[in-house]
């Protein structure tokens, strides 16, 4: 089993910056891919970034790229995702999920979700 664990959400003005922190415990795998997700309200749930556990390689949503970036820390068990440039549309709850084995981008093969953070970025 995998415990993760977000923090870090928040309200921030557009143009701002967050900094998301996501911990996992319990077995981790060394081919695992950690992913950020987000939903916002009446929306399916979204793949924003994400790296190999190996830190080898990381992969971000068009939607992303520029403004996020993905990173981690094997030591502390943690993957972080830093947004700048935060714009309205960027509100949703975000989630952290791993899995040990899928590498992509389709939500619903990650088996291992945090419970969520909320971003709220106002106009």
């Known amino acids: 089993q995998v415990q993760l664990v977000e923090s870090g959400g928040g309200l921030v003005q557009a143009g701002g910056s967050l900094r998301l922190s996501c911990v996992a415990s319990?077995?981790?795998?060394?081919?695992?891919?950690m992913g950020w997700f987000r939903q916002a309200p009446g929306k399916e749930r979204e793949f924003v970034a994400g790296?190999?556990?190996?830190?080898?390689?990381?992969t971000y949503a068009d939607s992303a790229k520029g403004r996020f970036t993905i990173s981690g820390d094997n030591a502390k068990n943690t993957v972080y995702l830093q947004m700048n440039g935060l714009r309205p549309e960027d509100t949703a709850i975000y989630y952290c999920?791993?899995?040990?084995?899928?590498?992509?981008?389709?939500?619903?093969?990650?088996?291992?979700w945090g419970q969520g953070t909320q971003v709220t970025v106002s106009s």
């Open positions: 999920a791993a899995d040990p084995y899928y590498p992509g981008t389709d939500y619903r093969h990650y088996d291992y």
């Open positions: 790296i190999r556990w190996s830190m080898s390689s990381t």
């Open positions: 319990g077995r981790t795998f060394s081919s695992s891919t």
